[in-house]
């Protein structure tokens, strides 16, 4: 059973009355998915709530409503095109935790450890079919783009898990998953949201590659402060992806260097680090490494380019909500 709770925009904005009117529309996607992911059968009931009731930010659903001011906000099209890509989001996340072994998502009990691999990977297959039956209801073409989304985000943990194929560049291969993995489902969430507010062809065109380049903005971000912060502002420990052998934009970077002075930085970056002495030694010698500039000069790039796309859409307040999130992200690393 889901529990309610408040919601947190987790977002800024100048405009009282924007921010109110994307508050309203996120709480009713809140309260809608809820009953979303309810069932008769009480233990896929319970399973299924585990992860919305952890908690978690609504980026995507927050991302359908905003895009969606830009043309009438209130369609009835607009929530449940929200939920959709909330629905597709949490499915992705059970299939991920058994993919990585993860023990915790959001703070608590992954739903594989707490349930076993099987019946994770069953619930997060039942959380898309509710994806796959509510997108339905939004038409063909809706059903086309879910189904294309669905597609990368499975191509983009494939290629995560074979790894770069013989000589393939590690760090572009890297970038075509994080696009895929992150990157797909965010602009289809600022996509659907133009579609859904019948916003145009040419705003709902702007949006798609905006989220897509936001996206990979986003987890090109996180990668960053997991080396850079000395807090959790990335919604894990920092050093998390050292300790379990993940490449991310800044080790691909070091990596690529030919300085003899880091040949044991490099070999250390090869493989998981179990040592925590080590850990620290590496995200030491991160911190002051140039890869570490290179990094924050992909997610400016990245922010830029996103921030680009929005200057010939109306000037509204959600366009300057939306141009104010590009330059967060690139504030986020700074």
Not at 4 to 26: K, N
Not at 73 to 92: F, G, I, K, Q, Y
Not at 120 to 138: K, N, P, R
Not at 172 to 183: E, F, N, P, R, S
Request: proline fraction near 5%; glycine fraction near 6%.
């Amino acid at each position: 059973m889901t529990r309610s709770r408040d919601v947190s925009l987790g977002f800024s904005f100048d405009e009282p009355e924007l921010e109110e009117r994307v508050r309203r529309g996120v709480e009713a996607v809140e309260a809608r998915l809820a009953a979303a992911v309810d069932s008769p059968d009480a233990f896929i009931a319970e399973a299924a709530a585990h992860l919305v009731n952890a908690g978690g930010k609504r980026f995507r659903p927050l991302l359908v409503v905003l895009a969606a001011q830009l043309g009438d906000a209130d369609h009835p099209d607009v929530v449940p095109s929200a939920l959709v890509v909330e629905l597709t989001h949490l499915a992705t996340l059970y299939h991920d935790d058994v993919m990585d072994e993860a023990p915790l998502r959001r703070g608590a009990p992954s739903a594989n450890d707490r349930w076993g691999n099987s019946l994770a990977i069953l619930v997060g297959d039942y959380l898309f079919a509710q994806a796959s039956e509510l997108v339905s209801t939004l038409g063909t073409e809706a059903v086309r783009i879910q189904a294309e989304t669905f597609s990368r985000l499975v191509r983009g943990q494939i290629r995560e898990t074979v790894g770069p194929a013989e000589g393939e560049d590690a760090l572009q291969h890297y970038l075509d998953v994080v696009a895929d993995k992150t990157g797909s489902l965010i602009a289809t969430s600022a996509r659907f949201g133009a579609r859904a507010s019948r916003a145009g062809d040419d705003v709902e065109a702007a949006l798609t590659e905006f989220g897509e380049r936001i996206g990979v903005a986003f987890q090109l971000s996180d990668d960053v402060l997991d080396i850079a912060s000395d807090s959790d502002d990335s919604g894990k420990t920092p050093g998390t992806d050292l300790r379990e052998g993940v490449p991310t934009l800044p080790t691909l970077l070091a990596l690529r260097g030919d300085d003899p002075a880091d040949a044991q930085l490099r070999e250390r970056l090869s493989g998981p680090i179990e040592d925590e002495t080590v850990v620290a030694e590496v995200l030491a010698a991160l911190r002051v490494h140039p890869a570490m500039a290179q990094a924050r000069a992909y997610v400016q790039a990245e922010a830029d380019a996103a921030r680009a796309l929005l200057a010939d859409l109306p000037d509204v307040p959600a366009r300057r909500a939306l141009e104010a999130l590009c330059d967060s992200l690139a504030d986020r690393v700074a």
